[in-house]
């Protein structure tokens, strides 16, 4: 447990917020750090993007809705490409893929990473080019490598012996020589605040670099015709805030990459993976891209110092801090309840029209976020509240302690922050809840890149 946690657990015992939030001056400043660029109040209250009122977006688009800044995405993923000028940003799609912002990773010149048939679909049919495409995934169908190879896709990175037999077959049979990497298990596991470097081999992922797997499989890739072993991918978590996590895991594949090369594989790529963290609260402290990509290159040349071996071609594949940043979650606000805590304290629960179903990160990995009032100014004292969705469960909470002002009321709208990776993504249709639409805002122009689900959509599936 982090310390935050245990503070907060102490704190809300006590019906008092967390410790580490203390009610702010004024529940109308918005933390920047927490917005896109390009989110801002007006003098009456009202949430701006990009020169578009949080209340019109409303109006036109409904609620809930996912609302991009647009230029916040781009400038994101342009400072990903600048930082690492002499390396590949792949953007890692599973955080947010639609038509658009592929069209978008593509115009700011990343490439892009796919783990399924369904994503390199939605890829394609955004017309990227697949020689720029990474297909992950660890228990890849046949017919989903097929496809892959077919249109061109430029890099597979192989999970296992079986995949790697099978993909062979494909590539021979549609007479190809694929360019793959191997995807190695380092033996760190890296989130947010810590990192374990022990007893993170137990699991999915990746062929052990320890127990001679990871060998073995380069060894198998090059005495295959129809594959070109490209190098070596090491993918060691997520949310993470510092480097010392891929420092471990860069020693050891390097380590591993310099024996390839002993060995006579024709290796030239190391793909250092995702996982760059980002602020959901004013608790996360982040790096700049260009810190990272300092930090990353610098570990990477040291080692290969060391080892006395060529710097191989680096990659990254940042998701979350692309697209996270970039986006807000519009709800608007329907029961508001105060529930009586101990000790004559009490919290506001402030149920607004979505929920687990738009936002599941809470309920699945226990996630913080922050939110604000969106649709006016107020000037009531800031109250401890807990904003909850409409689900039929206890855990479908969406922001789990936040100040908002005491006058909520129904019909007010909320905006919460760093929704952009992983929630329309993991968006689910729970309680037959229509899944929200996403809306692009940029140069004072609002535009839905995915329209909201319908009943119709829902029952489209009914077998009647
Ligand atoms: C999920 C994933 C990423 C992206 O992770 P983020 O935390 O969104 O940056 C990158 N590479 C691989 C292999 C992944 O599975």
């Known amino acids: 447990m982090r310390a935050h946690e245990a503070g907060a657990l102490h704190a809300e015992a006590a019906g008092r917020g967390p410790t580490w939030l203390q009610p702010p001056d004024d529940t109308n400043a918005l933390v920047a750090s927490l917005w896109p660029t390009h989110v801002s109040r007006r003098a009456d209250g009202v949430l701006d993007v990009a020169g578009v009122a949080a209340t019109e977006l409303a109006t036109q688009f409904g609620t809930p809705a996912y609302v991009i800044d647009e230029d916040d995405f781009r400038a994101r993923a342009r400072s990903f490409r600048d930082a690492f000028a002499g390396a590949d940003v792949y953007y890692a799609g599973k955080a947010f893929l639609s038509v658009a912002s592929v069209q978008w990773v593509a115009e700011e010149g990343l490439c892009l990473d796919v783990c399924s048939g369904g994503e390199l679909a939605v890829a394609l049919r955004a017309g990227f080019d697949p020689a720029r495409i990474g297909f992950h995934g660890n228990n890849k169908s046949e017919s989903e490598l097929r496809r892959a190879v077919a249109v061109g896709v430029g890099r597979i990175v192989v999970d296992s012996y079986s995949e790697i037999a099978r993909l062979a077959k494909v590539a021979a049979e549609l007479g190809v020589r694929q360019p793959v990497l191997v995807r190695v298990t380092a033996g760190v596991e890296a989130h947010t605040h810590d990192y374990i470097a022990t007893a993170h081999e137990d699991q999915k992922f990746g062929l052990s670099i320890t127990d001679g797997a990871a060998f073995e499989a380069m060894e198998m890739t090059e005495g295959l015709a129809s594959l070109r072993l490209l190098g070596l991918h090491s993918h060691i978590g997520s949310q993470i805030f510092d480097t010392s996590g ?184 729970y309680n037959h809840i229509p899944r929200p639409p996403v809306v692009a805002v940029r140069h004072g122009q609002a535009r839905l890149v995915v329209r909201r689900e319908t009943e119709d959509d829902l029952l489209r599936l009914e077998v009647l």
């Open 246 to 429: 891929f420092e471990v895991a860069a020693r050891r594949v390097l380590a591993l990459y310099a024996r390839g090369l002993e060995a006579g594989f024709t290796l030239g790529e190391l793909d250092l993976g995702g996982g760059f963290g980002i602020a959901y609260t004013t608790q996360d402290d982040p790096a700049e891209p260009d810190e990272l990509a300092r930090n990353l290159t610098e570990i990477v040349a040291h080692e290969c110092r060391a080892l006395d071996i060529g710097v191989p071609h680096l990659s990254v594949e940042p998701g979350r801090a692309v697209a996270g940043p970039s986006t807000f979650t519009l709800y608007e606000v329907g029961t508001v309840k105060e529930v009586a805590l101990d000790a004559g304290a009490s919290r506001l629960y402030v149920a607004v029209d979505g929920g687990m179903s738009d936002n599941i990160r809470a309920a699945l990995y226990d996630a913080d976020f922050s939110c604000t009032l969106a649709s006016r100014r107020s000037d009531a004292d800031p109250v401890l509240a807990r904003v909850v969705g409409k689900h039929c469960e206890s855990g479908d909470i969406v922001v789990k302690n936040e100040f908002l002002p005491g006058d909520m009321e129904a019909g007010d709208l909320i905006a919460v922050p760093a929704t952009g990776a992983y929630c329309r993504s993991l968006a689910n249709t």
